[in-house]
């Protein structure tokens, strides 16, 4: 028998071994683990079978094998002769992706924005969103998709806001960890990234995240951390910039010293694509796999990388640990055990959308309703709307994580030539026109009217003989680029005032990428916050204006006043279309705010925003009452929410707590929130349970969390500047290790 044959088969045996091991009965030895599995196989691979696991191609050409029409973000390949199958990854957190229509033809549901999902502040919305992208992944014969989107959105005008949770890290940590834990209940791989603050798009390849390790440790690490705890992604996607000087996929102290130490990551980390600047380097430095290695200055983990195992820069038990990760990630997941299909299967598009418009109702924001102009009255015959595309769709944010929906694209507007991402980066709409959906949720008795809102002239008199205009107002967010301020653009605003000042029954809705200023907010009689609300976001707009269901989403990010109450007024760098900046190697982030991200910065700078972080208003009215602790637990609080209104709803309470850190003066941080659906006069006592981390320094020297003794000033709140109920919180003084705390 050929050499290598036994052997292969013990480790096919082992890599098969939970299929051979169902027929075990019950008292037999359970199968062995992935890890013993994943070792066994590595333990007989060759050199090159490892050297071939460590990277990824991107290019169609380097995709085009044996007839696959895969393409997508990523394929690498499998390891044959041990029944690993290759790896198809694709792109990202709002579902299959297919942002350049690589694979032509190609659609999927479109989530609504990440911000949506996360102001729905409901794990459970987070986790089926992430179970419905994960199974038309699997359907689609992809067995990674690069979700997760977890940074901090420390800046209002940062081009992904609109792809992340948000500016907490707690409410970071536990809606990613609920995304990345649904989409892995679909057996595949789910990424966590851009590991670990990669907070604008100006210069992103250039430029250094500066920040302390404690104020880094308290803010994106600390949502890293939870997002990894509670979804246990396969893969973390390593960024594009540095973090204090060292790019994020070399930075020993990140990878090897977080991540891989303290909090004893067993998966892989992946670059970004074109984020990888050396071999042994980032290699030893704890990076395990290059993607899209045809996009760095040179496929650093092909020959590069053998060179310097060969030369004994990076030792031979490094690469075996690449090999190892990426494997064990591979049979943990389920894509050894149960492969994804290499041929499309069905998938239920309808039930799918179904959730889609469940987040984006869940997650739009109800933030002015003067006189209870909303929901609109059934006296409403004569609806004129106007703008933001309303005739023809919703808007989407452009770059990899663009979907295209099912629902078909109405719209697509290309960057100028001059733009080097124009061909990569577009501007597109969903076909899911909200007008259609409010003539049909109006009745035929009803007369709604649309104008483009080009000629304001002719909106204004339109407007003057409408019972209620709705204007659509929109603005555009996208990967590679920062916006250069928080104005609607293209005369919006200036629309705005002209038609508030005809007719005073003016609602706005916004489909945007995050925080937008507002200068007509006192003049307008109505404002929701629809984000980009995905595949039917059409309908579910509707709904909430005629009051088919009763708004619950809570702002996950401050809108401020104006951007110069921001940390940042405007994307530091010089803006240049293409992401560099011509002739510097590189320019620095001073994130003077540290952990003090959003609400913390506008309290600690005593500026009043004008929209708080988790503000959002309802059909109905909310009261608290009664916040105790809870008898032997004492990290845990119970309060009473009631609703006091007619009609059904629900609120989402807020726990702050009051914390000094650092000697400094006690900031607030939100520590808990619940979610819950309440019937008119409904009571619920909601017990929370507060991670002890969230009331703690982080002690650099001590490698822990060290809670200070004495008293924390907790409350309850509608949002993070209301206080409707207080407590103190007594504190033992003590060290909470860093390893894992332990969730709730
Ligand atoms: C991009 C993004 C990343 C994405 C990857 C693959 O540039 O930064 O989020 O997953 O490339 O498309």
Same mark, same amino acid.
């Given at each position: 028998?050929?050499?290598?044959?036994?052997?292969?088969?013990?480790?096919?045996?082992?890599?098969?071994?939970?299929?051979?091991?169902?027929?075990?009965?019950?008292?037999?030895?359970?199968?062995?683990?992935?890890?013993?599995?994943?070792?066994?196989?590595?333990?007989?691979?060759?050199?090159?079978?490892?050297?071939?696991?460590?990277?990824?191609?991107?290019?169609?050409?380097?995709?085009?094998?044996?007839?696959?029409? $895969?393409?997508?973000?990523?394929?690498?390949?499998?390891?044959?002769?041990?029944?690993?199958?290759?790896?198809?990854?694709?792109?990202?957190?709002?579902?299959?992706?297919?942002?350049?229509?690589?694979?032509?033809?190609?659609?999927?549901?479109? +989530?609504?924005?990440?911000?949506? =999902?996360?102001?729905?502040?409901?794990?459970?919305?987070?986790?089926?969103?992430?179970?419905?992208?994960?199974?038309?992944?699997?359907?689609?014969?992809?067995?990674?998709?690069?979700?997760?989107?977890?940074?901090?959105? $420390?800046?209002?005008?940062?081009?992904?806001?609109?792809?992340?949770?948000?500016? /907490? #890290?707690? +409410?970071?940590?536990?809606?990613?960890?609920?995304?990345?834990?649904?989409?892995?209940?679909?057996?595949?791989?789910?990424? *966590?990234?851009?590991?670990?603050?990669?907070?604008?798009? =100006?210069? $992103?390849?250039?430029?250094?995240?500066?920040?302390?390790?404690?104020?880094?440790?308290?803010?994106?690490?600390?949502?890293?951390?939870?997002?990894?705890?509670?979804?246990?992604?396969?893969?973390?996607?390593?960024?594009?910039?540095?973090?204090?000087?060292?790019?994020?996929?070399?930075? /020993?102290?990140?990878?090897?010293?977080?991540?891989?130490?303290?909090?004893?990551?067993?998966?892989?980390?992946?670059?970004?694509?074109?984020?990888?600047?050396?071999?042994?380097?980032?290699?030893?430095?704890?990076?395990?796999?290059?993607?899209?290695?045809?996009?760095?200055?040179?496929?650093?983990?092909?020959?590069?990388?053998?060179?310097?195992?060969?030369?004994?820069?990076?030792?031979?038990?490094?690469?075996?640990?690449?090999?190892?990760?990426?494997?064990?990630?591979?049979?943990?997941?389920?894509?050894?055990?149960?492969?994804?299909? /290499?041929?499309?299967?069905?998938?239920?598009?309808?039930?799918?959308?179904?959730?889609?418009?469940?987040?984006?109702?869940?997650?739009?924001?109800?933030?002015?309703? @003067?006189?209870?102009?909303?929901?609109?009255?059934?006296?409403?015959?004569?609806? +004129?709307?106007?703008?933001?595309?309303?005739?023809?769709?919703?808007?989407?944010?452009?770059?990899?994580?663009?979907?295209?929906? *099912?629902?078909?694209?109405?719209?697509?507007?290309?960057?100028?030539?001059?733009?080097?991402?124009?061909?990569?980066?577009?501007?597109?709409?969903?076909?899911?026109?909200?007008?259609?959906?409010?003539?049909?949720?109006?009745?035929?008795?009803?007369?709604?009217?649309?104008?483009?809102?080009?000629?304001?002239?002719?909106?204004?008199?339109?407007? @003057?003989?409408?019972?209620?205009?709705?204007?659509?107002?929109?603005?555009?967010?996208?990967?590679?680029?920062?916006?250069?301020?928080?104005?609607?653009?293209?005369?919006?605003?200036?629309?705005?005032?002209?038609?508030?000042?005809?007719?005073?029954?003016?609602?706005?809705? +916004?489909?945007?990428?995050?925080?937008?200023?507002?200068?007509? $907010?006192?003049?307008?009689?109505?404002?929701?916050?629809?984000?980009?609300?995905?595949?039917?976001?059409?309908?579910?707009?509707? @709904?909430?204006?005629?009051?088919?269901?009763?708004?619950?989403?809570?702002?996950?990010?401050?809108?401020?006043?104006?951007?110069?109450?921001?940390?940042?007024?405007?994307?530091?760098?010089?803006?240049?279309?293409?992401?560099?900046?011509?002739?510097?190697?590189?320019?620095?982030?001073?994130?003077?705010?540290?952990?003090?991200?959003?609400?913390?910065?506008?309290?600690?700078?005593?500026? =009043?925003?004008?929209?708080?972080?988790?503000?959002?208003?309802?059909?109905?009215?909310?009261?608290?009452?009664?916040?105790?602790?809870?008898?032997?637990?004492?990290?845990?609080?119970?309060?009473?929410?009631?609703?006091?209104?007619?009609?059904?709803?629900?609120?989402? #309470?807020?726990?702050?707590?009051?914390?000094?850190?650092?000697?400094?003066?006690?900031?607030? @941080?939100?520590?808990?929130?619940?979610?819950?659906?309440?019937?008119?006069?409904?009571?619920?006592?909601?017990?929370?349970?507060?991670?002890?981390?969230?009331?703690?320094?982080?002690?650099?020297?001590?490698?822990?969390?060290?809670?200070?003794?004495?008293?924390?000033?907790?409350?309850?709140?509608?949002?993070?500047?209301?206080?409707?109920?207080?407590?103190?919180?007594?504190?033992?003084?003590?060290?909470?290790?860093?390893?894992?705390?332990?969730?709730?």
């Amino acid at each position: 028998m050929p050499r290598a044959t036994i052997p292969c088969l013990i480790a096919l045996t082992l890599a098969l071994a939970p299929a051979a091991g169902a027929a075990q009965d019950q008292d037999a030895v359970p199968p062995p683990s992935a890890d013993v599995r994943a070792r066994a196989i590595v333990g007989m691979m060759t050199p090159e079978e490892k050297l071939g696991l460590v990277s990824t191609v991107t290019s169609r050409e380097g995709q085009t094998a044996g007839g696959d029409r $895969r393409f997508a973000a990523g394929r690498g390949p499998g390891v044959r002769r041990f029944g690993i199958p290759e790896l198809h990854e694709t792109d990202a957190s709002l579902g299959v992706a297919n942002a350049n229509e690589q694979r032509p033809g190609d659609v999927a549901v479109a +989530l609504p924005s990440s911000l949506a =999902t996360a102001a729905s502040f409901d794990p459970e919305i987070a986790r089926a969103g992430g179970a419905m992208i994960g199974g038309e992944a699997r359907a689609k014969g992809f067995n990674v998709i690069l979700a997760g989107g977890a940074n901090l959105t $420390r800046d209002p005008w940062a081009g992904r806001d609109f792809e992340y949770l948000g500016e /907490d #890290p707690w +409410l970071t940590g536990v809606m990613a960890g609920a995304h990345i834990a649904g989409v892995q209940s679909a057996g595949i791989i789910s990424t *966590v990234k851009h590991f670990a603050i990669n907070a604008q798009e =100006t210069g $992103r390849t250039i430029m250094s995240a500066d920040i302390g390790e404690a104020a880094l440790r308290e803010s994106d690490l600390l949502a890293f951390e939870i997002a990894i705890e509670r979804g246990h992604p396969g893969a973390v996607m390593c960024g594009y910039n540095r973090v204090n000087g060292d790019y994020a996929c070399e930075n /020993d102290a990140l990878l090897n010293g977080v991540l891989k130490g303290e909090w004893a990551y067993p998966g892989w980390v992946m670059s970004d694509w074109g984020a990888v600047h050396s071999a042994g380097k980032a290699a030893n430095a704890g990076l395990d796999q290059q993607s899209g290695r045809e996009l760095d200055e040179q496929p650093w983990f092909v020959g590069p990388l053998r060179e310097a195992l060969a030369k004994g820069e990076v030792p031979p038990a490094r690469l075996d640990d690449m090999a190892l990760r990426i494997l064990r990630a591979m049979i943990d997941k389920g894509v050894v055990d149960h492969p994804v299909p /290499d041929k499309p299967l069905p998938i239920d598009y309808d039930a799918d959308a179904a959730v889609s418009q469940r987040a984006a109702e869940a997650g739009m924001v109800l933030l002015r309703n @003067r006189d209870g102009l909303l929901p609109l009255a059934a006296t409403a015959t004569h609806i +004129l709307v106007v703008g933001g595309h309303a005739d023809i769709g919703v808007l989407s944010g452009g770059g990899s994580s663009q979907v295209r929906p *099912v629902a078909g694209v109405a719209r697509t507007e290309h960057l100028p030539d001059s733009n080097p991402f124009n061909g990569f980066i577009k501007r597109i709409w969903g076909a899911s026109p909200p007008l259609d959906a409010i003539r049909a949720r109006a009745g035929a008795a009803a007369r709604v009217d649309f104008l483009d809102g080009k000629d304001v002239a002719k909106a204004v008199e339109a407007a @003057r003989r409408a019972d209620v205009v709705i204007i659509f107002a929109e603005h555009w967010r996208t990967e590679a680029m920062d916006l250069r301020d928080l104005a609607l653009p293209g005369g919006q605003d200036r629309l705005i005032d002209a038609i508030a000042a005809a007719n005073p029954a003016t609602v706005v809705v +916004l489909e945007t990428g995050g925080p937008v200023t507002m200068p007509w $907010r006192d003049d307008v009689g109505a404002i929701v916050e629809a984000w980009y609300p995905g595949e039917r976001g059409g309908p579910a707009i509707a @709904r909430l204006l005629f009051g088919d269901f009763n708004p619950s989403g809570r702002l996950p990010m401050t809108f401020p006043a104006s951007a110069t109450q921001a940390p940042r007024p405007t994307p530091p760098g010089e803006p240049k279309d293409d992401g560099k900046l011509v002739g510097i190697p590189r320019f620095d982030v001073d994130y003077v705010e540290g952990a003090d991200v959003g609400y913390r910065w506008y309290e600690k700078q005593a500026e =009043t925003p004008l929209f708080p972080f988790g503000y959002g208003l309802s059909y109905t009215k909310f009261a608290y009452y009664a916040l105790r602790p809870v008898p032997g637990h004492p990290l845990s609080v119970q309060f009473t929410v009631a609703n006091i209104g007619d009609v059904a709803g629900a609120d989402v #309470p807020q726990l702050y707590a009051a914390v000094r850190l650092n000697g400094g003066p006690p900031i607030r @941080r939100l520590v808990g929130f619940r979610r819950v659906m309440l019937m008119p006069g409904e009571r619920r006592a909601v017990t929370l349970a507060i991670d002890p981390r969230l009331l703690a320094d982080y002690d650099v020297a001590a490698h822990g969390w060290r809670i200070a003794g004495g008293t924390v000033a907790l409350s309850v709140g509608h949002h993070a500047g209301d206080t409707a109920l207080k407590a103190a919180l007594p504190l033992a003084p003590r060290l909470v290790p860093a390893a894992h705390a332990p969730a709730d």
